[in-house]
Structures are given as structure tokens and as C-alpha cells.
Nanobody, 131 residues
């Protein structure tokens, strides 16, 4: 069974950068390329989940307004890995970050769905703390 494993979280000062990775452990070649909705969401203590960045079914990257121009998502199909580059981090970016993927095409848009339990696969999360 495929498991999503996140890595790269940590503690940084405001203005710093991190690179998160999400590896599809146990997956066959071509797995990530077949995920038409792949992305990241986050959840801070006491707050609702927030879709952060996705690669949608048309290959487009879409971002929440709160992270636009600071975060960059990329998908490495050859290595079945999803990345999220976090730049110019702010204290309000502090949260647990999760990756989630699904082979279905969501007509409402992947960014609207990525944080929901509807997604087929989700990792255990990696903590990002910005001070």
C-alpha cells in the first residue's frame, strides 16, 4: 500500500526558507503523475485546515492568497515526490503541513478539496515553526 511521507519541516526565523518533500513510499513508477490533484494543506492549533498549494489536473499550480508569491509547489514524477518551497516565512505560517494526493479530477478545483477528508491519500504531516 502506498504511504505518503513528508519531510523537511523545522524551526526557522521569520524571513527564512524551508523545503518540504512528500514521497510516495511503496509506489510504482508513474504513481505521482497519475495523481490529478496533488498538493499541500496546513493546520495550526485551534484553526481549520487551509489548502496551501496544489498542482491541478491541468498541470497548473494554484496557491492560497496567503502564500502566493512566497511558496512554490513542484511535482517530480520520476521520483514520485511532491515538493513545497517555503520562502519569506512569517510567524503565521506556523502549522503542521500535510501532503495529499488523489487520482480523481475535482471540478471544483484541487485547491478547494486538498484539505478535505475526500482526498484518497494523506501523509502524517511535518511541523513548520516560524518565530
Amino acid at each position: 500500500d502506498v504511504q505518503l511521507v513528508e519531510s523537511g519541516g523545522g524551526s526557522v526565523q521569520a524571513g527564512g526558507s524551508l523545503k518540504l518533500s512528500c514521497s510516495a513510499a511503496g509506489s510504482a513508477s508513474g504513481y505521482m503523475s497519475s495523481m490529478y490533484c496533488a498538493g499541500w494543506f496546513r493546520q495550526a492549533p485551534g484553526k481549520e485546515r487551509e489548502g496551501v498549494a496544489v498542482i491541478d489536473s491541468d498541470g497548473s499550480a494554484r496557491y492560497a492568497d496567503s502564500v502566493k508569491d512566497r511558496f512554490t509547489i513542484s511535482k517530480d514524477n520520476a521520483n514520485n515526490t511532491l515538493h513545497l518551497h517555503l520562502n519569506n516565512l512569517k510567524p503565521e505560517d506556523t502549522a503542521m503541513y500535510y501532503c495529499a494526493v488523489d487520482g480523481r479530477i475535482w471540478h471544483s478545483g484541487c485547491l478547494r478539496v486538498v484539505a478535505k477528508d475526500l482526498m484518497a491519500y494523506r501523509g502524517q504531516g511535518t511541523q513548520v515553526t516560524v518565530s
